[in-house]
């Protein structure tokens, strides 16, 4: 889960946030997990969604037994039998690999030597970049052995190339061999200009995920982000700790997206030295990159190093059931949850991170809806519910699930992501992270007015928490993405509460108190739920087929994909 808002953590407590998971054990990538499902406690399930029903999936999925439903582990042998469990209750139909309930998500972990130096030769010397204190660097490639000599560095800017907003900062430079030194998040962050990209909101061009994509679109040899902690919303040391130990990744064979040999970041002091040993002051070059027609100017400096990596081949599952629609099966509406947390540690008192709001609760709220749909009667398009594994580690269930569609995704109309859902009670508001994407917020907006609620966006948009989850795959390859839950203005208690309810699980995010307790209200996610059951209908029971806005950086590969099929 990549927090937001109420009931989730503040924004300084994120990067890819969770790449420090604790490393899944080795599975067989030819076979689904043969375990049986927990036996839980004897639960008698309404057809409707019911507050006891998602306390009793919370309550069984967040238990002990499950032991944090880490990937790889006999956690994650519970956990998707118990998914495919309720599945097969419902009535779905298998989604997954071979007529089973299961898709196989291989993976890679890759593990960067902290003894690496980076040998920067700049103003007539040559110096070491320590690992940890000066820079991170790390690769995707699956190799053990990466090694770059005498790179030139040129600086790009932001390394944006949007074409949407007349904007590219590799125009007439060729950066083929060299070293990418790119600023964090987007022009209009730090020109304070809300009209430039979308001011304070961070766009897709201000995540650091996307420069590493484009530098490598581009030809680089490495890229380096300069780390400030406004821009980034985050201090170094988190960067330096998530990018140190195990990194997960796809194999790249399994990933359409382009990748670099080694990628990184600097801090904010190296980088200011490194200007100034080109002749350049950093406040003026962040000045000149915050305006249209900048150019990329070449650093009087060279990069290299030799960076070694254990490498280790794993794999996890993702769980896919669907109700086969009557009019059109090969069109598609997702409900989407990850079904993985953190697992357990060693050591003594609570050992196991429960994961009962993250994510146990969307896990619960699509077994939910699912049941709802099935008790509604057929669908006209398909209605697919997707739990996936690996979202800890980087959003990977997802992204497999992307690069390999068990539904095409030119068909599908569109995903809707539950992901920590609010257990503080009923709320006034409803909360869109990344509100002003896609026209799936004009529809969720009708039924919002039904049950007398206001839409908002998220309380720190320059956190880009909209790139921070799931749905975010689902967004980058085309596909609208909505990904909305309760808010904090609660209708017992008001904003005061809701903020209060934010702060007490601020201290139990990715902690082993995330664990269900009494107090909890339910009756705020079944009216949570009802609301993207309704979405879910309307789309899966008519033949619209929602847009990004225009403007949106998404929308070109949509347009696409619906011309290549109408």
């Known amino acids: 889960m990549r927090p937001t808002?109420?009931?989730?953590?503040?924004?300084?407590?994120?990067l890819a946030a969770c790449n420090r998971a604790p490393a899944p054990e080795a599975a067989d990538a030819s076979a689904p997990p043969a375990a049986e499902a927990p036996a839980a406690e004897a639960h008698t399930f309404k057809p409707e969604i019911d507050a006891d029903d998602v306390r009793a999936l919370v309550t069984t999925l967040a238990s002990d037994e499950f032991e944090g439903r880490a990937p790889g582990s006999a956690g994650e042998e519970k956990t998707v039998e118990y998914i495919k469990a309720q599945y097969e209750r419902i009535g779905l139909e298998p989604g997954g690999d071979n007529g089973t309930f299961f898709q196989t998500v291989p993976m890679v972990e890759t593990t960067a030597d902290e003894a690496t130096v980076l040998r920067l030769e700049s103003g007539g010397a040559t110096r070491d970049l320590a690992f940890g204190s000066d820079m991170v660097i790390g690769t995707r490639t699956g190799r053990t052995q990466v090694s770059v000599a005498d790179s030139e560095l040129v600086f790009v800017g932001y390394g944006v190339n949007a074409p949407e907003q007349d904007w590219n900062d590799y125009a007439g430079v060729d950066v083929k061999g060299k070293t990418v030194v790119i600023?964090?998040?987007?022009?209009?962050?730090?020109?304070g200009d809300e009209g430039l990209f979308e001011g304070n909101r961070m766009t897709y061009y201000g995540r650091w995920t996307y420069k590493f994509e484009e530098a490598a679109r581009q030809g680089a040899a490495a890229a380096l982000i300069i780390h400030d902690t406004e821009g980034a919303s985050y201090g170094w040391d988190v960067v330096k700790n998530s990018w140190s130990g195990a990194q997960f990744d796809l194999r790249a064979e399994d990933d359409p997206e382009p990748r670099l040999p080694a990628q990184g970041w600097i801090t904010g002091e190296v980088a200011q030295q490194l200007f100034s040993e080109s002749g350049l002051d950093l406040k003026e070059q962040y000045a000149a990159a915050n305006r249209r027609g900048f150019k990329a100017v070449p650093l009087q400096a060279k990069v290299s190093f030799d960076l070694a990596?254990?490498?280790t081949q794993k794999s996890s599952q993702n769980v896919i059931g669907y109700l086969p629609g009557t009019r059109a099966?090969?069109?598609s509406v997702i409900y989407l949850a990850h079904w993985d947390h953190l697992g357990k540690h060693e050591g003594e008192g609570d050992t196991i991170y429960n994961g009962a709001v993250d994510n146990?609760?969307?896990v619960a709220g699509i077994i939910e809806i699912a049941e709802r749909f099935r008790q509604s009667g057929a669908p006209q398009r398909s209605v697919v519910f997707l739990a996936v594994t690996l979202e800890e580690s980087g959003l990977l269930g997802s992204k497999f699930y992307v690069a390999q569609p068990a539904f095409p995704l030119e068909k599908t109309v569109g995903v809707i992501n539950l992901d920590a859902m609010s257990v503080a009670g009923r709320s006034r508001d409803v909360v869109v992270t990344g509100k002003g994407n896609s026209a799936l917020e004009d529809l969720l907006k009708s039924h919002a007015d039904r049950q007398q609620r206001t839409l908002v966006e998220e309380g720190n948009p320059a956190g880009g928490y909209y790139f921070r989850s799931d749905h975010f795959n689902f967004a980058k390859a085309g596909v609208p993405a909505l990904y909305a839950k309760g808010?904090?203005?609660?209708?017992?208690?008001g904003a005061a509460a809701g903020k209060a309810a934010g702060d007490e699980y601020a201290s139990r995010y990715h902690q082993p108190g995330d664990e269900i307790h009494d107090g909890w209200k339910f009756d705020g996610?079944?009216?949570d739920l009802e609301l993207l059951f309704a979405v879910g209908l309307e789309l899966a029971d008519g033949d619209q087929w929602p847009n990004w806005y225009d403007g949106n950086p998404f929308k070109a590969a949509r347009d696409a994909q619906r011309a290549a099929v109408e």
Request: charged content about 15%; aromatic content about 2%.
């Open 5 to 14: 808002l109420i009931l989730l953590c503040s924004g300084s407590l994120l």
């Open 183 to 191: 600023l964090v998040n987007d022009p209009g962050f730090h020109a």
């Open 309 to 311: 990596s254990t490498v």
């Open 329 to 331: 099966a090969d069109e």
């Open 360 to 362: 146990a609760t969307g």
């Open 487 to 493: 808010g904090s203005d609660l209708v017992e208690g």
């Open 525 to 527: 996610i079944v009216e």
